[in-house]
């Protein structure tokens, strides 16, 4: 584990690497990035390709993408829309299949071969008329977490040092175990007693840490000693802040800026068990949707969508720059040192001590905050993030987006209990009264106030 304390000595040189900037910026800094080159391609055509409300990807994202994925700058442009309308359609199918319902991941270079898994052959045909490809496995999404859950129950009695990441993979249809023994693999099963139920193995030496030290976005420090860094920002009623690491700081815990200028409080932080925390500023400070990219550019975050297994996503680091991966699991436990964090995503995506904290994008969605993991980006490695809805739920934070300066009170069902309501997470098959009308969610998403269940159909499925 990298140590989280650094010298006074080098924080000139470490401010300068700063990425997320939560500071009013002059005018020509904070100028909406420039439009990607070219038409952008259209999405596939299954009658929900509108809605999306994801927002327009910049340049320098696709160049990333077309750096760290092999891709030509058409594919780039052509994975993030096809991820996009995946989503939908993946939710949909969910809806639809109920208990049956498996997993679903996008593959291929383009993300344009959605794959849906479902315990009943019968389903194919509804799999494929939504133009996904359907593969028939022996247990459904509910029964591989209950497995995973008695791996969770079991990492709170026992050591899992030796066994510290454990998830649901639904390409292969079961709970993997990453151990760097087979012989340590095989006394967690058992102590979770979960034996014969289609747990896999994996063995690697790796063993995840938490990434601390530098920065993801800017820097700031916390009691005037420990440095980590800014994800996104965020507000709760009339105060502004960051989502950042749950093990950067504590509650109450003080914070000045990358410029050492007062900058805020520790509102609440939760580590191990997971990996949250956020960071109420003072009026010196402004909250900004934005995410710096590469050569000092800016994203501008538009919501909350969470990505499919096999989406692209991009990190922003002070210490080794912006890089793009992709996701390999959502739901994934990892025991650092420390302990044991729940329900983090597994990336592709390089990272090294000092990115901890900082964000991860898929197109223009939050995703989530850097917490650990192992590799470097000179030979590669894993990283996990924290993802960024339950983050907003935990604490009742709204992200800051693009849309919030245009937010307008909603039409709501004032009678009904289950009224849609901007600012609330909603995951996938929750169930909405809107303007008179019902409505399912699709996509995970925190609730943007522009982006109403009627005006979102990638979002939102009418019943």
């Known amino acids: 584990m990298v140590g989280r304390h650094a010298t006074r000595g080098r924080r000139a040189a470490l401010t300068a690497l700063g990425a997320l ?27 929900t390709d509108t809605g999306t409300g994801t927002g327009v990807p910049s340049a320098r994202m696709l160049r990333a993408m077309e750096r760290d994925l092999g891709l030509t700058p058409k594919q780039a442009a052509a994975r993030l829309v096809n991820e996009a309308e995946a989503g939908t359609r993946a939710g949909m199918l969910r809806n639809t299949l109920g208990d049956r319902f498996a997993g679903a991941w996008v593959g291929g270079p383009t993300a344009a071969e959605l794959t849906v898994a479902t315990t009943d052959a019968a389903d194919t045909a509804a799999i494929e008329a939504q133009g996904a490809k359907a593969a028939v496995v022996g247990r459904n999404l509910a029964e591989l977490r209950a497995v995973k859950e008695k791996l969770d129950a079991a990492a709170v009695r026992t ?47 790796d063993q995840p840490r938490v990434l601390e030290d530098l920065v993801g976005g800017d820097a700031y420090y916390i009691n005037d000693q420990a440095r980590c860094s800014i994800g996104f920002s965020v507000t709760k009623d009339d105060q502004q802040g960051f989502a950042t690491a749950g093990h950067c700081g504590d509650p109450g815990d003080t914070t000045t800026g990358y410029n050492e200028a007062d900058q805020g409080t520790f509102q609440a932080s ?11 500023v003072n009026s010196d400070w402004t909250a900004t949707p934005d995410v710096r990219a590469e050569d000092g550019e800016k994203i501008q975050i538009a919501g909350s969508v969470e990505a ?5 996503v991009c ?72 993802p960024i809805n339950p983050l907003l739920s935990d604490f009742g934070l709204t992200l800051k987006t693009t849309s919030a300066a245009a937010e307008t009170p909603a039409p709501q069902d004032n009678a009904a209990a289950d009224a849609w309501a901007a600012g609330r997470v909603y995951e996938v098959g929750a169930t909405v009264s809107y303007d008179g009308a019902r409505y399912r969610c699709l996509q995970s998403h925190q609730a943007q106030g522009v982006g109403s269940p009627a005006s979102t159909p990638a979002l939102w499925q009418r019943v």
């Open 270 to 280: 939760t580590f191990p068990g997971k990996d949250v925390a956020w960071v109420g």
């Open 159 to 205: 050591r899992t040092r030796q066994t510290p990441v454990w998830y649901v993979d639904v390409k292969t249809n079961r709970v993997t175990v990453q151990a760097t023994s087979r012989s340590a693999a095989t006394a967690f099963i058992e102590a979770a007693e979960v034996t014969g139920q289609g747990v896999g193995v994996r063995v690697s030496p």
């Open 308 to 312: 499919l297994v096999g989406a692209s």
């Open 315 to 386: 990190r922003s680091g002070s210490t080794t720059g912006w890089h793009c991966g992709t996701i390999q699991q959502h739901d994934t436990s990892v025991t650092y040192p420390e302990g044991t964090v729940d329900g983090l995503t597994e990336t592709t995506v390089c990272a090294e001590p000092g990115d901890s904290g900082g964000p991860f994008v898929s197109g223009t969605q939050a995703q989530g905050t850097t917490s650990g993991g192992s590799g470097d980006c000179t030979n590669g490695g894993t990283t996990f993030y924290q």
């Open 21 to 47: 900037v939560l500071t009013a910026l002059p005018s020509a800094a904070s100028a909406a990035p420039p439009p990607a080159p070219g038409p952008q391609p259209a999405a596939r055509t299954t009658g």
